[in-house]
């Protein structure tokens, strides 16, 4: 029998929830109502927005995580529904393709009771000249309470949340960031290695043109992590020394350091020159494989925001192995993704004198 919070530590600082409920059901997905389990709303938290985790402060950081865990254990791992959000209407703006990060906002506002509106640009009236913004205000028009929007411009997210009166969730603007992956990351590595502070994390791969990498960057340098940017000199700028990132162009040199590696795609959409020779170059250089693991911690983690280009970044043994938790991360992301819109959602009702 599933229990609620048999534990509870982590969150006893904000959260009280009604221990020992049963989660038990025969089918289907069930139903974990608020009578189960009452949520105290964390007061600290007043963002109606999530544009990035550059401006986000530790504390902001940390309720992220906090209430992410909850979501999580209080769903049993994302499986049940917890009906947080009923009346409730989100949309999917993808200018962008995805596949995790969109599904994963569906799912998970899904799971919270609210109704989802999917929007895909190729498909829209853009085609017929209609701007971005008109195109955002039409949507938000049919009583939406929150936009996911993923553009390739950077900055796409902060502009909409200041022509809509909707909550505006960044799904990736470019190069820029993607707060939604990197919380996804540190709840991972929370989860699996505990508390961030001290723990070193490497970041590999395109660097330059990466939204994870600033993202993880942001949110594990607040936390207290020693973070490590490796990848060619192409695509990692010495610009992040400043910040207090270690910069490294060698990856065999760093992998005996590392607790974790998070190993990031080639983002080749987003160049305009080669940055390396061949690709079977850079597999050669930077490719976590099984030689490289034999030199690694025996507890390291590795990781892949995805899509993941076996033999590449990757090899398949290594990102299916003992060690791996790229999938972890995926579930996580639902996790995250319903504690991102139940915040901003609790705090516009609070600052619209809105809540009970
Ligand atoms: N990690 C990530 O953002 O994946 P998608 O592009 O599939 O959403």
């Not at 139903?31 to 990035?52: G, K, M, N, Y």
Request: glycine fraction near 6%.
């Amino acid at each position: 029998m599933a229990r609620l919070l048999e534990s509870g530590e982590i969150w006893t600082d904000f959260f009280e929830v009604q221990q020992g409920v049963p989660l038990d059901s025969t089918e289907g997905v069930n139903e974990v109502t608020q009578e189960h389990a009452r949520i105290d709303f964390p007061s600290e938290w007043t963002r109606q927005h999530l544009l990035d985790l550059e401006s986000l402060t530790e504390r902001e950081i940390r309720i992220l995580l906090d209430t992410a865990e909850l979501m999580r254990t209080l769903t049993d791992n994302c499986r049940n529904r917890l009906s947080l959000l009923k009346s409730f209407t989100s949309a999917n703006l993808f200018f962008e393709n995805s596949t995790r990060t969109r599904t994963s906002f569906s799912l998970a506002a899904k799971r919270l009771g609210a109704d989802v509106i999917e929007f895909t640009a190729s498909s829209s009236s853009l085609s017929k000249g209609e701007s971005f913004i008109d195109t955002a205000k039409t949507i938000e028009a049919m009583n939406v309470d929150a936009v996911v929007v993923r553009h390739k411009t950077p900055g796409t997210p902060h502009i909409l949340s200041t022509r809509l009166n909707c909550s505006v969730i960044n799904g990736g603007d470019g190069p820029h960031e993607h707060p939604t992956q990197g919380l996804l990351d540190i709840l991972t590595i929370r989860q699996h290695r505990g508390e961030i502070a001290g723990k070193t994390v490497a970041l590999v791969g395109d660097i330059t043109h990466s939204r994870t990498a600033r993202s993880n960057i942001w949110g594990l340098k607040k936390l207290g992590a020693h973070v490590i940017v490796c990848g060619p000199a192409t695509l990692v700028s010495r610009d992040w020394e400043s910040l207090g990132v270690e910069v490294a162009h060698n990856l065999d040199s760093i992998i005996p350091r590392c607790d974790v590696l998070n190993l990031l795609r080639i983002q080749f959409e987003r160049q305009y020159t080669r940055p390396f020779p061949s690709v079977r170059e850079y597999a050669l250089l930077y490719a976590m494989n099984k030689e490289r693991m034999a030199r690694a911690k025996n507890d390291i983690l590795i990781m892949a925001p995805g899509p993941i280009n076996r033999g590449v970044e990757v090899t398949t043994d290594v990102a299916d192995g003992p060690h791996s938790v790229i999938l972890h991360q995926v579930t996580n992301g639902l996790a995250v993704r319903m504690a991102v819109m139940w915040l901003l959602s609790e705090a516009k009702k609070r600052a619209t004198g809105v809540a009970a």
